[in-house]
């Protein structure tokens, strides 16, 4: 249930689908990283759209230099945004540039990944993630309920020994 409401979580803060959370996680994995870096190369990727997006001239010419315009930063939904950065990065010939963009695009989570290879999987299509993303859609619901049952079971208990550790003080003083 963990991961389910891991990748569900990671849906919903950054506004993706969870099939585009799935394809982004197995990516990073292919080319060397860990699923768990996702949320901070998308932490890191968000900030700069934001910087971007709010008119911070440094921001756009970065987009730019990937081939983004302001427009298209302003345009595109989230989901082809990560795609499209990634093809950015990946289309940099120089090296020591390229390290360079990556750095200040995707944080140091992006760091020591083959971009090329994240763009490359990144380009496919999400069907085979979105057969999976109801499934995890139920199992996350069914964590989330589960979650609550038990902070009500724990409430309740805490209410039921109140008296006896009620007792126990009085009986201390």
Known sequence: MSLAGQIDDLSKTYDV???KVLQFQ??????????????????????KI???QQGNEAAIASFEDLGITF????????????GRIYEG?????NTYDRIKAVKEMLGKAGMGKSVEE??????????????????LKA????GDRLD??????KLAFAEFFKIFTDRKSTRLN
Do not use: C, H, Y
Not at 31 to 37: L, S, T, V, W, Y
Not at 89 to 93: D, K, N
């Open 118 to 135: 994240i763009a490359e999987a990144l380009g496919k299509s999400t069907a085979e993630f979105r057969r999976q993303e109801e499934a």
């Open 26 to 47: 197995n990516a990073i994995v292919q080319a060397g990283g860990k699923a768990e870096d996702a949320n901070k190369i998308l932490s890191t990727m968000f900030s």
């Open 71 to 82: 427009e298209e930063l302003n345009n595109t939904n989230p989901d082809k945004m990560i």
């Open 50 to 52: 934001a910087e971007a």
């Open 17 to 19: 689908s969870m099939a």
């Open 89 to 93: 990065l990946s289309s940099i010939g």
């Open 139 to 142: 199992w996350a619901e069914l």
């Open 148 to 153: 609550r049952t038990m902070l009500n079971l």
